[in-house]
């Protein structure tokens, strides 16, 4: 697995979660639940993981779909 992304923004998660199951590249998010040890602060970032070899594509998906090209 390849590192996509790292944000505390939900919103952007599901979106991009959206776009990577349409495109049926595998993806997982990591530190989902970390929110239980922060006390729901947000503050630690949850990270979307691409499977190997498939993360430029995905890239490429977030950027043709106008999301910013810091991710």
């Avoid at 691409?50 to 779909?65: F, K, N, T, Y």
Wanted: charged share 30%; no cysteine.
């Amino acid at each position: 697995m390849e590192e996509l992304l790292r944000t505390n923004d939900m919103v952007l998660i599901s979106f991009v979660e959206a776009l990577l199951s349409d495109a049926r590249i595998g993806h997982v998010v990591l530190d989902q639940h970390m929110s239980m040890v922060e006390g729901s602060l947000g503050v630690l970032p949850r990270r979307m993981l691409v499977e190997e070899g498939r993360a430029d594509e995905a890239r490429q998906l977030l950027r043709d779909a106008g999301v910013d090209g810091s991710v």
